[in-house]
């Protein structure tokens, strides 16, 4: 939609699905943990096929501090502010994960070199919010950029919301009222029409940081509850606990703002749960996908989960699509009725479970053989499908193999050897299918200062899990 007093982003999702095709992707790329003495960067890749520089890095922007632990990032606003003509999308929010440092990167000046603009130091976000452990950053309509937290500067577990005034990039305080945090955090989405957020738990820092033990999960360290916010009073009303529901990550409302649901990713416990609103306006939670583990020799444990870590829905919320880590498989699901998905589509994009690996397979509810390795422009693919983005009209999948680097170093040792990739995935929007593109691969192994992991993926325009419709 042109329009001259029209803010960033697009008026409605469906309007977004129209959108120009991605040229460029944003990426982070960390070197925490991997033995390489260098900062966390931000790469810029050439997607555009018509390039010369097609799938090359062409751009590098290191932070100034080391092991930060770059991990998830978000824009200064976004399709949240559609109708405010003074708002443009020409920064980048990057909080580090473990260091709590936020940078602000500016993408507007020049879109193929992005520049550092600020740095916020953790100091000012423990004195002023007594948060820590940052990780999800969204822009809010009020022109402000919000970022969940994890855990209070001493690592304890602590799931509260940092604000930074959208212009200036000061810290404001929290969004929560003092004393209001939830005990565990990690991502968050909110829906003003229904006038609700709702957040997700990892663990306390102090439990993940260094590697994930099994003996955790026994004593009740991993999360397994949904906070349901009040959008307006900035307080929790309702906690919801997941049955079967264990670490819940990513969380997706659908896309059109009238709608009251939406789906969250449970990693350990391998499902995908829908949340939705009753006419009583509480929430409930409710599982409608499962992923069966595997009996396994060979591996840590006797039974290997899925490891659902990210989830995405189409523009048209249509289809979600969620990676499993660990067995290595890439699906797509219809959830037009999202009560009742249904499964369109399924790829092995490497994984735990490959043919020739150390893992051998007792016990499988889905496969009739383990898949084959896979192997990319010559490259055998370490790791499995982690991080996921769509394009705008739901046509091409970017995935990277990279979950956190203290687990990658555990999971994966290959990984952190090899560095992780990011392929690229055609998606069939009209039966549903999912097919690799082997003409696509970026091999962050063969990055200048040593091999690298790339994590999460953004496009310059905003793409659909980092824009809001309100």
Same mark, same amino acid.
């Given at each position: 939609?042109?329009?001259?007093? +029209?803010?960033?982003?697009? #008026?409605?999702?469906?309007?977004?699905?129209?959108?120009?095709?991605?040229?460029?992707?944003?990426?982070? +790329?960390?070197?925490?943990? /991997?033995? /390489?003495?260098?900062? *966390?960067?931000?790469?810029?890749? *050439?997607?555009? #096929?018509?390039?010369p520089q097609y799938c090359q890095v062409i751009h590098r922007l290191p932070m100034p501090n080391l092991k930060d632990e770059l991990h998830h990032f978000g824009w200064n606003t976004c399709s949240s502010c559609f109708g405010d003509s003074t708002k443009s999308r020409t920064k980048l929010v990057l909080p580090g994960l473990i260091s709590s440092h936020i940078y602000v990167v500016d993408v507007g000046s020049e879109p193929r070199a992005p520049k550092l603009h600020k740095v916020i130091e953790p100091k000012d976000i423990h004195t002023k919010c007594e948060l820590a452990y940052l990780h999800t950053s969204h822009c809010l309509a009020t022109g402000e950029v919000m970022i969940s937290s994890l855990g209070d500067r001493k690592g304890n577990s602590? !799931?509260?919301?940092?604000?930074?005034?959208?212009? /200036? @990039?000061?810290?404001?305080? /929290? $969004?929560?009222?003092?004393? !209001?945090?939830?005990?565990?955090?990690?991502? @968050? $989405?909110?829906?003003?029409?229904?006038?609700?957020?709702i957040s997700t738990e990892w663990a306390a820092p102090n439990v993940f940081r260094d590697g994930f033990n099994p003996a955790d999960v026994e004593a009740g360290l991993y999360g397994s509850h949904l906070h349901v916010w009040d959008w307006q009073r900035h307080e929790m009303v309702q906690t919801l606990p997941l049955k079967d529901g264990l670490i819940p990550l990513e969380i997706r409302f659908l896309h059109n703002p009238d709608a009251a649901q939406g789906f969250v990713g449970c990693a350990l416990s391998s499902n995908i749960q829908r949340f939705y609103k009753n006419e009583g306006g509480t929430w409930s939670v409710e599982k409608v996908i499962q992923v069966p583990p595997k009996k396994v020799k060979g591996w840590m444990l006797p039974e290997m989960p899925g490891l659902v870590t990210d989830i995405l829905l189409s523009l048209d919320d249509r289809f979600l699509y969620f990676s499993n880590w660990l067995h290595g498989d890439l699906r797509q699901y219809d959830v037009s009725d999202p009560q009742r998905p249904r499964l369109t589509g399924q790829i092995f994009l490497g994984g735990s479970i490959v043919k020739g690996g150390p893992v051998q397979v007792l016990e499988d509810q889905e496969l009739k053989s383990q898949p084959e390795p896979l192997v990319v422009k010559g490259k055998r693919v370490a790791g499995g499908p982690q991080m996921i983005q769509l394009s705008l009209d739901g046509k091409r999948i970017y995935v990277t193999t990279s979950l956190y680097s203290g687990w990658d170093k555990q999971f994966y040792p290959d990984l952190i050897r090899e560095g992780s990739v990011m392929l690229q995935i055609d998606v069939d929007t009209v039966k549903g299918g999912l097919k690799l593109n082997p003409n696509f691969l970026v091999d962050f192994g063969k990055e200048p200062l040593g091999p690298a992991l790339a994590h999460e993926l953004r496009y310059p325009g905003g793409d659909c899990s980092s824009d809001i419709w309100i």
């Open positions: 939609t042109k329009c001259g007093k +029209c803010g960033p982003g697009y #008026p409605t999702p469906l309007e977004a699905m129209k959108g120009p095709r991605e040229e460029i992707i944003y990426l982070l +790329c960390i070197y925490r943990n /991997t033995g /390489t003495e260098a900062p *966390d960067y931000l790469a810029t890749v *050439d997607v555009d #096929p018509k390039s602590k !799931g509260g919301f940092v604000l930074l005034d959208g212009e /200036t @990039f000061e810290v404001k305080g /929290t $969004w929560e009222r003092p004393g !209001g945090a939830a005990p565990m955090g990690y991502d @968050f $989405w909110y829906q003003p029409r229904h006038n609700v957020m």
